[in-house]
DNA sequence: GTCTATAAGACGATAGAC
DNA sequence: GTCTATCGTCTTATAGAC
């Protein structure tokens, strides 16, 4: 993962298996090929639902575990996705700048339901802004740290077992964070 | 924040007010500056004392407390610091990996205080590796992704108060997480 | 639509005067 | 030590034949 600058046309056409002419035949400039690409992930990553899910109905236990899975799926099956988006956020996000808004409007339908969760008694009163921010940091790690992690893991790449095992220590961890019981 | 690649030394010679071939007087490759600044961060960043602390008689509260303050001042105080390691570790850490089993050293002697604390009782039986991915997951996370964060926040730099909430929140949820009691 | 060839410019690094 | 000028290379993008 290299970001716009880091890539050359050539590298991109070589990895499509085409020519560089060819790729510009279908793309006018790489900036905008960058920003289409960068675009199609945020969506699917913003849309990622976001305990607004399935039904409202459901317990913050139940929500919270299954967003945290989903999460954590999205970075061992598509670490390259989520690299991408975050080279795009270090680097002050000119692009998706303009999408933040987007993406606040998801999160504050989200904040009302962990205010919810809070009022019922289902979970502590934690500012459900910060706890979005732990639960992306804490997930997101795995893929945009993924060298650093599993060289620590003494692995190169994450096995069923790792997966399994990471999934069930991090929700575990946020749930207690949460106040949620642990225990069935 | 750009990485190797996304900085021009024109760039780093006009930010420094210097021409660029006084810039190339001082150093001799782009690399090896890049090369120089990334070890220095990263020296400091691995050398940021992880729970073996001042005595080793610390509590687990009083250690993991304190080890979160510091990373958290580290994420409000040197954002750039943060990134650059970020985009490296992003980038395949084709750099730092060689440096990678210096931390695993330092990392190892934590997992032995973090062992010690769970045979006295004093957190639950969680594994050390992924307790310390999970912080610095959440704690890099407030550098990192600084642009989106202040973006949700509402503000365009981390005010007096910001850091306070934030430090008093995160810390509080990863006590939790640890099974540490909230109360004094 | 796909190719070869090349234009046009950006960039890292150096030469050489002062 | 510091400057101006420039070389050589890499890279994006286009022109034009097929």
Same mark, same amino acid.
């Given at each position: 993962m290299h970001g716009l600058a880091g890539t050359t046309t050539q590298a991109i056409a070589d990895r499509s298996k085409i020519s560089k002419a060819k790729l510009h035949y279908y793309i006018d400039t790489k900036d905008e090929l960058y920003r289409k690409i960068l675009e199609d992930i945020y969506d699917e990553w913003v849309e990622?639902? =976001?305990?607004? $899910? %399935?039904?409202?109905? =459901? $317990?913050a236990k139940a929500a919270i575990s299954r967003y945290i899975s989903e999460k954590l799926d999205f970075s061992f099956e598509q670490p390259e996705k989520s690299k991408i988006v975050a080279i795009e956020i270090l680097s002050? %996000?000119? /692009? =998706?700048k303009e999408q933040f808004s987007e993406q606040k409007q998801h999160t504050q339908r989200a904040v009302r339901v962990v205010r919810r969760w809070i009022k019922r008694g289902?979970?502590?009163? /934690?500012d459900p802004t910060l706890l979005f921010f732990m639960i992306w940091g804490i997930t997101q790690h795995f893929a945009d740290a993924e060298v650093e992690v599993q060289s620590m893991l003494g692995t190169t790449s994450y096995s069923a077992k790792d997966r399994e095992r990471i999934k069930s220590e991090v929700t575990r961890f946020i749930l207690r964070g949460c106040g949620i019981s642990d225990s069935e």
């Open positions: 990622m639902e =976001l305990f607004h $899910s %399935a039904g409202n109905d =459901l $317990s002050g %996000a000119p /692009i =998706l289902e979970m502590l009163d /934690i």
